[in-house]
């Protein structure tokens, strides 16, 4: 069964770099979403990709974020300047949307856990 | 806003029956959703409601009420491997109007399983 993939599974940075986060969608799905999960917190939305564009993002995205898809597979999240409260699980999901009801679900990657110090 | 409530903890023996509720306020709506959740792991998909009724799929059973902002997932003849969070999400409707909306997650139901 497809299913949606990220790397690295955990990434150590130091406050202030870099990270770029990596996922690859189940194929022939159309729409992509960013979400975080701070430990012992709730699952956040972050973004959602649809037509090579962003079509909704949430207060949490700010300037420091962006995503891309440089190519017809990856789907990437950077974070420009992390911040020790960046340190969570972030998931990638991808979902049909060809046709909706029961099918037309989100599914999730295993995650990445992003560790700030 | 969007607020969404469903209990912290539960627990149950191996065999039983446990009802996992969840409560909703969102300002648009398509659909609800329950995940279950491994400690350190992705949200698996587990039922699906937009109608009114009961979803019934295998031991797991998911009830909607769109006009009482309610839902709960039912889960039959518990498993230890059942232990694990239960997320109640809400699909939004976008600023357009379009179903490309978001999940609202509430925090997770902890439900362990003894034996």
């Known amino acids: 069964e497809p299913e949606v993939t990220q790397t690295p599974s955990h990434q150590v940075t130091q406050m202030g770099q870099e990270v770029i986060l990596r996922c690859v969608p189940i194929?022939?799905?159309?729409?992509f979403y960013w979400y975080r999960q701070i430990l012992g917190q709730k699952v956040e939305f972050l973004v959602s990709?649809?037509?090579?564009?962003?079509?909704?993002k949430s207060e949490i995205f700010d300037d420091q974020f962006s995503v891309e898809r440089p190519d017809g597979s990856n789907f990437t999240l950077k974070i420009r300047s992390t911040k020790l409260e960046d340190s969570a699980m972030y998931f990638c999901?991808?979902?049909?949307?060809?046709?909706?009801?029961?099918?037309?679900?989100?599914?999730f990657g295993p995650g990445t856990r992003l560790t700030v110090l | 806003g969007q607020n969404i409530d469903q209990p912290t903890e539960m627990t149950a023996t191996e065999g039983a029956i446990v009802q996992i509720n969840c409560t909703y306020q969102?300002?648009?709506?398509?659909?609800l959703f329950w995940y279950q959740q491994h400690a350190g792991e992705a949200p698996t998909f587990l039922s699906y409601?937009?109608?009114?009724g009961l979803e019934e799929k295998g031991r797991f059973s998911s009830f909607l009420s769109r006009s009482k902002g309610y839902s709960y997932l039912l889960l039959k003849e518990l498993q230890m491997k059942d232990s694990a969070s239960y997320l109640c999400?809400?699909?939004?409707?976008?600023?357009?109007?379009?179903?490309?909306?978001?999940?609202?997650f509430g925090r997770g139901t902890q439900l362990t399983v003894w034996p």
């Open positions: 990709f649809y037509n090579n564009e962003i079509s909704e």
């Open positions: 999400a809400v699909r939004d409707v976008d600023g357009r109007g379009s179903t490309l909306g978001r999940l609202y």
């Open positions: 969102t300002s648009g709506f398509n659909g």
């Open positions: 194929s022939n799905h159309l729409y």
């Open positions: 999901a991808s979902r049909p949307g060809r046709v909706g009801g029961y099918t037309d679900t989100q599914y």
């Open positions: 409601n937009v109608l009114d």
